[in-house]
């Protein structure tokens, strides 16, 4: 409900082209998060080393490096570009700059969602089925704003990555950084390919 209430908002009063006030949204909503559920996200980094930021640090450069291959040995796919304002067609500034902040944001509702579920002894399947539906959910609405042939691509992408985001948080060290990271690859994939494929 968070989720669609902050993307509501989004769409209808700041949208992607206003690369200030959206770099300002998202973090603004991502400190707060963090300072509601401080002690929510100390508990799940407790384990993690300093070590372990450099997994961000490489995601943040394939991240860098995707933008500038696109815009080096690519060709922005135009056609596209004109129905969609899909981060990963447009690859402008608020793809670099403020994607990854937005899926920030998303991971630390995913990560309060999880605990919480996983408190209430929700079984792992469950919820896995659950964060399916809802991602599926979540990336059809977008219909809207984006083409429908790209709103099903990336609803069958996210959706099966929600699958699996359970076992990836609760089994293996630092899952919530291989999350995030995951996701963010899955924007970079996505860029390459359609600018690859219709550039």
């Known amino acids: 409900m968070a989720d669609a209430a902050i993307w509501l908002f989004f769409f209808n009063y700041i949208t992607h082209t206003s690369f200030v006030l959206s770099l300002l949204f998202f973090s603004v909503l991502c400190i707060i998060f963090i300072l509601l559920f401080r002690n929510l996200f100390q508990d799940v980094i407790a384990k993690s080393r300093k070590m372990d930021v450099l997994l961000i640090v490489g995601t943040f450069v394939l991240h860098g490096l995707t933008y ?3 815009h080096q040995y690519l060709t922005a796919p135009l056609e596209l570009m004109k129905d969609s304002t899909a981060s990963f067609i447009q690859v402008d500034r608020y793809f670099i700059w403020i994607k990854p902040v937005d899926v920030l ?9 999880m605990t919480k579920l996983h408190e209430n ?9 659950l964060l399916g539906v809802l991602f599926g959910i979540a ?10 042939n790209i709103t099903i691509v990336m609803t069958f992408a996210t959706t099966l990555f929600a699958l699996f985001m359970p076992y990836i948080f ?3 060290k630092n899952g919530y950084l291989y999350n995030f990271m995951i996701h963010i ?3 970079d994939l996505a860029a390459l390919l359609f600018w690859g494929m219709f550039g």
């Open 185 to 187: 690859l899955l924007v």
């Open 68 to 70: 500038w291959v696109c």
């Open 105 to 113: 944001l998303q991971q630390l509702m995913l990560i309060i969602l």
């Open 121 to 129: 002894k929700m079984s792992m399947q469950t919820m896995a089925l």
């Open 139 to 148: 990336h059809l609405a977008s219909i809207e704003q984006i083409d429908l």
């Open 170 to 172: 609760f089994k293996l």
